[in-house]
Structures are given as structure tokens and as C-alpha cells.
T-cell receptor, first 116, second 113 residues
């Protein structure tokens, strides 16, 4: 079975400071990892993904994530937060062992609040 | 491309009524997913289709829920009869096998009184 854990319900950060949103995962095979963002009253939007290759993945809006196999983590980061980054962030995983499969398992979400 | 299109965006109905939610996936995508989002349970996968065929419906809460995909450009999620605990935002998402990431619609917010 595959699973994702987002240990923080909410993260608060001051604008201009770096931000980190944590995610750990569990899969049988190689993980396919994703981050999505959800703004109020909107659907989820794709930010970035890791399938293979470089452990540091760059995505939309200046976000990046680092894949760490030994720690089974895929934390989302941004060097300098903006107030407009305030949103709900979801980590998701798919098990690569099943040929990618199709079932994407989402975490419970982390609310990011960036304040002036 | 217009993206994944869902209708209605908002629906308010009374307990016992039938509810039908509709989804048009992105053209060329061959997988379609229905999710439900609530404050209590977060984002739950209800069912997904590959090439119009239901693959996994283990997330469908009970027999009151049914989903169909008669062709590659249209899917419905039906609740009959509806109950207040069905109140949630229902999302449809599609993907192509080649790219892997899901594209979500804007959701259908259902309120059952």
C-alpha cells in the first residue's frame, strides 16, 4: 500500500523568509511524487513532480522540492515566501512498482500562511 | 484547452433528491478520477476510469453512489438518494498516461439540506 504523511496542518512564515512544507511517503517500489496547491474555492493545481533523475526538482512559482530516498521525504521549499503563496498544499505519491499505475494517494494537506 | 470542466459549480438540494454531477475531461486524456473533499476527511478518491472503463471503485461510499463514463469526453457521478452527509466538494480530474500529473476541475460544491 502507498501512503503520504504531511505532519503539519499549518505552517506560518513571514514574507521574504524561506518556507518548507514537509512530506514523507511510503511505497513498495520507486515513488512517483507530486505537489499540488489549492487556492480557496478552486481545484488543485499541479506544482511539480519527481519521477527519476536529479533529487532537486524545480516547479511553478519558484517552488522546488528535494527527494530524499533514505528519509523517504519530499519536502516542498521556496527561498523567499510571498503573501500570495498562502494556500493549501498537498503532497501525493504513486507507486512506480506497478508501472506507474494510476492511483494517486494524497496527503491531508498543509495550510501555508504567509504574513507581512 | 479549456481544462477539466465540471457542472454544476454549486448545487443545493434536499435530502432524498437525486444529484448528478458532470465532468468533461481534457481532450486526449485517457484516465478520469472522481474525488470528494471535506474538512473532516480531506481528499478522498471515489472512483477512477481508464479508457472509459471503471478500474477502482473501492472509494465509493455506498450503493447510493454511482459513476459512469459513456465516452472519452464525458462522465457523471450520481447520488441517489442524497443525504446531508454527502455535502462536500466533488472534484473531477483527468490525466494522460504519458505525463502522469492530474489536472483538476474547479469542483462541484454540493449541499444537501
Amino acid at each position: 500500500a502507498q501512503s503520504v504523511a504531511q505532519p503539519e496542518d499549518q505552517v506560518n512564515v513571514a514574507e521574504g523568509n524561506p518556507l518548507t512544507v514537509k512530506c514523507t511517503y511510503s511505497v513498495s517500489g520507486n515513488p512517483y511524487l507530486f505537489w499540488y496547491v489549492q487556492y480557496p474555492n478552486r481545484g488543485l493545481q499541479f506544482l511539480l513532480k519527481y519521477i527519476t533523475g536529479d533529487n532537486l526538482v524545480k516547479g511553478s512559482y519558484g517552488f522546488e522540492a528535494e527527494f530524499n530516498k533514505s528519509q523517504t521525504s519530499f519536502h516542498l521549499k521556496k527561498p523567499s515566501a510571498l503573501v500570495s503563496d498562502s494556500a493549501l498544499y498537498f503532497c501525493a505519491v504513486r507507486d512506480g512498482l506497478t508501472g506507474g499505475g494510476n492511483k494517486l494517494t494524497f496527503g491531508t494537506g498543509t495550510q501555508l500562511k504567509v504574513e507581512l | 484547452d479549456a481544462g477539466v470542466i465540471q457542472s454544476p459549480r454549486h448545487e443545493v438540494t434536499e435530502m432524498g433528491q437525486e444529484v448528478t454531477l458532470r465532468c468533461k475531461p481534457i481532450s486526449g486524456h485517457n484516465s478520469l478520477f472522481w474525488y470528494r473533499q471535506t474538512m473532516m476527511r480531506g481528499l478522498e478518491l471515489l472512483i477512477y476510469f481508464n479508457n472509459n472503463v471503471p478500474i477502482d471503485d473501492s472509494g465509493m461510499p455506498e450503493d447510493r453512489f454511482s459513476a459512469k463514463m459513456p465516452n472519452a469526453s464525458f462522465s457523471t457521478l450520481k447520488i441517489q438518494p442524497s443525504e446531508p452527509r454527502d455535502s462536500a466538494v466533488y472534484f473531477c480530474a483527468s490525466k494522460s498516461i504519458s505525463t502522469g500529473e492530474l489536472f483538476f476541475g474547479e469542483g462541484s460544491r454540493l449541499t444537501v439540506l
